[in-house]
């Protein structure tokens, strides 16, 4: 799609060089009520890799086999899992790569888009080139915000990118699904992915990870409830190991989602060999700064732009150039960019019109929610126990058996799942949450919202869960923490 604003414009108040979802909010934020003009620059697709290769797509591969697996575990109830469909549902979800929605919806909100690929070039400079090789120079009255997201990251190993892996833009956007596939990898994308490629008709799936359990980010208990059902679905895990060296018989780069090439024949560092139809390489992410002009104000090129509580990039005089989502580094999580996004906007719209207090992002970091949505699922707010421990908190932690719910016995006979509070003792307040167990998603919400306000223990006890239902677990918890306390002699 051509530039949808007047080509002969130049100058716009906000500049957010970058338009995926974090970088429309920015936009939006700065925009709204505050009377300030706001421009997305955007060569790609408008919404970003949430919208067409992460959260949306992946949710949808993942949705169809939790609900047949659910099915499986009820009597009287069964599913039918057609992969074809799922893939064509997916398609629905991700607009068939087009974003014509999303622009409807940026200019319908009074935000200008440009179509091109934008670099700073100075205070408040935007070198776009467009897709014809020319190059369009806009100017910001007040701020320049940076979302220019992140990339998959594919390690130096030989033979690896010769490969030609799938990254998570493949996963997600498969055409088809491959029958034996090695996943590098033990994190959410990795676990993830493993999920729906068993699910959808995978015969051969293997995890090879660097670390002794996955989701090594997470409290212990929920990578260990994640490898053992993955592991009863017959994906293999290989933990303890990383690749050495690949092989690939007539690489081609056939397009994404589709297989690369020939057999793969991956060595890993023990000796192990496994041959595979497709690699899929999960192992972080590297924030997108090399090429933006960081160098024109100042910057080094890449890595992440380190940010103050107002999403400000530090290093850079004058209040003007921000950072939002994955290029900043302090959350990869769309909710998390798309709040710094908001948090950013607020600040350019109150910084214009002189206000003397500014809005922080500090607050909600301290929350930080996440779901992986593995079945089972994993949610968490805050911190782990040992993240507690290392920032020096003397915490309390309380533990309970989530198959002991009512709520979940109706879920599913066969439940299994945990749930842990790690508490201030000196604040009396919740830190960290974490759930593991089908249907959980929904908790992470209370949770982060108990260590954002910082409720007090004693208040949680009256917030009643209804019954029955998962949230129960919030009154177990509660209650297994007074009897701990009863039983050390402080309550």
Known sequence: MAATVDPDRSAWDVIVLGGAAAGENAAQYASRFSGLSSVLVEDALLGGECSYWACMPSKALLRPVEVVDAAARLPGVSAELRAAEVLARRDRVINHLDDGSQVSWALGAGIDVVRGYGRLAGERTVDVTRPDGSVRTLTARHAVVVDTGSRPAVPDVPGLRAALPWT??????????????????GGVVACESATWLRGLGASEVSVVHRGDRLLSRQEPFA????????????????????????????????????????????????????????????????????????????????????????????GVTGDWLYAVGDVCGR????????????????????????????????????????????????????????????????????????????GTYVLREDYRG???????????????????????AELVHSATTAIVGRIPVSTLWHVVPSYPTVSEIWLRLLETLRAQRHEAGRE
């Open 168 to 185: 998570s833009r493949d996963v997600t956007t498969m055409r088809e699904v491959p029958r034996r596939v090695v996943v590098l990898g």
């Open 223 to 314: 990578g260990e409830l994640v490898g053992e059902a993955l592991r009863e679905t017959g994906v293999r895990l290989l933990p303890g190991r990383n690749f050495s060296r690949v092989k690939r018989s007539d690489p081609a780069g056939t397009g994404h989602g589709r297989v690369h090439g020939g057999e793969v024949t991956v060595t890993l560092d023990d000796g192990t060999v496994l041959v595979a139809d497709e690699l899929v390489v999960a192992t972080g992410r590297v924030p997108n700064t090399e090429d933006i002009g960081l160098d024109t104000v100042g910057l080094d090129p890449g890595g992440n732009l380190p940010v103050d509580d107002h999403q400000c990039v530090r």
């Open 331 to 406: 959350a990869l999580l769309t909710h998390m960019g798309k709040y710094q996004a908001r948090i950013a906007g607020e600040v350019i719209a109150a910084r214009a019109r002189g206000a003397a207090e500014l809005p922080s992002a500090a607050a909600g970091h301290v929350g930080l929610p996440q779901v992986v949505f593995t079945d089972p699922e994993v949610g968490s707010a805050g911190t782990t126990e040992a993240q507690a421990r290392e920032a020096g908190v003397d915490v309390e932690v309380v533990e309970y058996d989530l198959a002991a719910l009512a």
């Open 418 to 440: 945990r749930a842990k509070l790690v508490v201030d003792r000196a604040s009396d307040t919740v830190v960290g949450a974490t759930f593991a167990g089908a249907g959980i």
